[in-house]
């Protein structure tokens, strides 16, 4: 082989390297502690009136016919005013061991628009309306990690055609997404370090490549329906074990327009999934990691016409882990009369989900509330604590 072929071969294996076959990417980052954060970017919308249904409010019945019935459709009974979907059934002992919760009425400040793209990219920048959509640069994830003194930001295993914003600014990360298969055999990895060597970025990367795949043989080949929502929380869960503190992730298919009983049940297998990975791969850490699950915006509080739901804007924030004070609902539920919704339609937002994220990052690593509400956050009010932390 020469020189050429060499480099042709590399290029299709950092292309085969770099490929998304989940259409997810997920980002990590290493810090000075022992306390472990997942944010799951929820994209579509997730509808939170149907995922932690409040049945304890009349007013649902009259406004959706066919969704959220609450435990006369098969919903499971939380607290005798909310009810879990039947589809995160399998996250129920988490409930009940107090490392599964919610809150209600949440939002970023994006209003009205009700544009995905805008909304998520407002959801992952972290910041507010007086910061123009298209001057948001990098993500709150990524400023938390310049606020804290000692943080390495040492991994960053990075694959797949989009980047979550998140975690995008100056601190160091990389990505990977797990059924990037990447096995070398002892020839190939010398002839890559031969190449590589005098390029210091394409040197470290492809060895940093290398080693990852060979920490995680197998475990992007998951299969069935949920298999690549596992491969990813197991991945995480792998990480997360070692040098990394952060981990961030997405999954799709909330968009419920039509047919959300089928469409939103699928999400959820696949969100439920993931967290049952992380849970299971994470094994004492779990103890303390709190996943924070966040949507772009809610969804309308009346069913359609298709047996879906458009887009609105207060949702529902999932929380797990054991690091959790959970088994319980957060947030002031502002009802659904017609006086009651926002713009007529939505459910009213009662609290910035920010917030959550705030207080959660102040709990796990110490963060000052003022560097919170400047930097990281910068404009937000953090409030008083929301206490989600055990």
């Known amino acids: 082989m020469d020189r050429r072929q060499f480099l042709r071969g590399a290029a299709v294996l950092g292309c085969s390297a770099a490929a998304h076959p989940l259409l997810n990417t997920m980002t990590f980052a290493a810090l000075p502690s022992d306390n472990r954060l997942v944010v799951i970017i929820l994209r579509g919308a997730m509808d939170g009136l149907d995922v932690f249904q409040?049945?304890?409010?009349?007013?649902?019945?009259?406004?959706?016919r066919q969704l959220s019935g609450g435990p006369q459709q098969g919903a499971t009974d939380l607290d005798g005013f909310y009810a879990l979907h039947p589809r995160l059934a399998p996250l129920l002992p988490l409930w009940r061991a107090g490392e599964l919760g919610f809150a209600q009425a949440v939002s970023t400040p994006y209003?009205?628009?009700?544009?995905?793209?805008?909304?998520?990219?407002?959801?992952?920048?972290?910041?507010?309306?007086?910061?123009?959509?298209?001057?948001?640069?990098?993500?709150?994830?990524?400023?938390?990690?310049?606020?804290?003194?000692?943080?390495?930001?040492?991994t960053a295993?990075?694959?797949?055609?989009?980047?979550?914003?998140?975690?995008?600014?100056?601190?160091?990360?990389?990505?990977?997404?797990?059924?990037a298969a990447l096995s070398l055999s002892p020839q190939a990895q010398r002839l890559l370090d031969h190449v590589y060597h005098a390029d210091p970025l394409f040197r470290d990367a492809a060895r940093e490549a290398v080693e990852i795949g060979a920490e995680?043989?197998?475990?992007?080949?998951?299969?069935?329906?949920?298999?690549?929502?596992?491969?990813?929380?197991?991945?995480?869960?792998?990480?997360l074990n070692g040098a990394s503190r952060i981990a961030a992730f997405s999954l799709g298919g909330f968009d419920s327009h039509a047919a959300q009983a089928n469409v939103l049940g699928r999400a959820l297998d696949r969100l439920s999934a993931a967290i049952l990975a992380l849970h299971q791969g994470?094994?004492?850490?779990?103890?303390?990691?709190?996943?924070?699950?966040?949507?772009?915006?809610?969804?309308?509080?009346?069913?359609?016409?298709?047996g879906g739901t458009d887009h609105g804007t207060g949702g529902a924030l999932l929380m797990a882990g054991g690091?959790?004070?959970?088994?319980?609902?957060?947030?002031?539920?502002?009802?659904?009369?017609?006086g009651q919704?926002?713009?007529?339609r939505d459910l009213m937002p009662t609290r910035d989900i920010r917030a959550y994220a705030g207080w959660a990052m102040r709990g796990l690593f110490g963060i000052e509330a003022r560097a919170i509400e400047?930097?990281?956050?910068?404009?937000?009010?953090?409030?008083?604590?929301?206490r989600i932390l055990a």
């Open 54 to 64: 409040p049945y304890g409010d009349p007013m649902l019945r009259q406004l959706r």
């Open 111 to 154: 209003r009205d628009k009700r544009s995905h793209f805008d909304g998520q990219d407002m959801l992952e920048a972290g910041t507010g309306n007086d910061v123009p959509i298209d001057r948001r640069v990098g993500g709150w994830l990524n400023r938390m990690l310049q606020v804290l003194p000692g943080a390495t930001a040492e």
């Open 157 to 179: 295993y990075s694959v797949g055609v989009e980047q979550m914003t998140i975690l995008a600014g100056r601190a160091a990360h990389l990505s990977w997404a797990p059924r």
């Open 216 to 239: 995680t043989p197998g475990m992007g080949r998951m299969t069935g329906p949920t298999g690549d929502a596992q491969a990813l929380g197991a991945f995480a869960a792998s990480r």
């Open 282 to 306: 994470l094994g004492d850490n779990w103890g303390r990691t709190l996943v924070l699950a966040m949507t772009e915006f809610g969804r309308t509080v009346r069913e359609n016409g298709s």
């Open 323 to 338: 690091a959790l004070r959970g088994g319980r609902a957060f947030g002031d539920w502002p009802g659904l009369d017609e």
């Open 341 to 344: 919704l926002y713009a007529g």
């Open 374 to 386: 400047d930097s990281i956050f910068p404009g937000l009010d953090l409030g008083p604590d929301p």
